[in-house]
C-alpha cells in the first residue's frame, strides 16, 4: 500500500470514528467490535509481511507507540458520555474526547515522521498504520464496553 493511500485511508476512518463521536452515536456490539477488528487484522497483516526488514529498533518503537496509543484510547474511552435513550446505548464525546483526538492523532503523526527519520530506508512504520489506528480505536472501545456493562446500559439494536 502506497504512503498517500495508506494516509487517506487512516484519515478517512479516524474522520468518520470522531465525526460519530462527536455528534454522538447509538453504540451496539458490531459497531464496537467490527471496525477495530477490520483494523487490527489488515494492519496485522501488513506488519506481518514488513517485520522480516525491520530492526529492532523499530519494532521496539512500534512498541512504545502502541503503548502510548492505547493509553489515549483508554483515556478517550473515559471521557466519552454514556447515556441510556429508548433506542440504548448512546455515546456522545466531550471537549476532552476531541483534545484526547487531537493529541492522539498529533502523536501517531509525529512518531511516523521520527520513525522515517531515524529509519529513512524502510517502509515499516508505514505498514503498521492500520495496526496503530486499530490499536487505539479498540482500547477505547474496550472501555466503552466495560462502562456500558458497569452502568447496565443494554446496546443499541444494530439494523444492518
Known amino acids: 500500500?502506497?504512503?498517500?493511500?495508506g494516509i487517506l485511508l487512516g484519515l478517512l476512518v479516524l474522520f468518520r470514528v470522531v465525526g460519530r463521536?462527536?455528534?454522538g452515536s447509538l453504540v451496539t456490539q458490531r459497531s464496537l467490535f467490527l471496525m477495530p477488528g477490520i483494523l487490527l487484522c489488515v494492519g496485522l497483516l501488513s506488519t506481518s509481511s514488513a517485520v522480516h526488514t525491520a530492526s529492532t529498533g523499530e519494532i521496539a518503537f512500534l512498541a512504545l507507540d502502541c503503548v502510548l496509543?492505547?493509553?489515549?484510547g483508554f483515556a478517550r474511552g473515559a471521557s466519552i458520555r454514556l447515556t441510556q435513550t429508548d433506542e440504548?446505548?448512546?455515546q456522545k464525546g466531550t471537549a476532552?474526547?476531541?483534545v484526547l483526538w487531537l493529541v492522539t492523532i498529533a502523536l501517531r503523526v509525529g512518531?511516523?515522521?521520527a520513525s522515517a527519520a531515524l529509519w529513512p530506508h524502510n517502509s515499516f512504520s508505514q505498514a503498521t498504520l492500520a495496526l496503530t489506528i486499530?490499536?487505539?480505536?479498540?482500547?477505547?472501545n474496550a472501555v466503552i464496553y466495560r462502562r456500558s456493562q458497569a452502568l447496565r446500559i443494554p446496546f443499541a439494536v444494530d439494523r444492518a
Not at 1 to 5: F, G, P, R
Not at 134 to 140: C, E, L, R
Request: glycine share 10%; no cysteine; charged share 0%.
Open 1 to 5: 500500500m502506497s504512503a498517500v493511500i
Open 111 to 113: 512518531t511516523s515522521f
Open 21 to 23: 463521536q462527536v455528534t
Open 134 to 140: 486499530g490499536v487505539t480505536i479498540a482500547a477505547q
Open 69 to 72: 496509543l492505547i493509553g489515549f
Open 96 to 98: 476532552m474526547t476531541l
Open 88 to 90: 440504548g446505548l448512546f
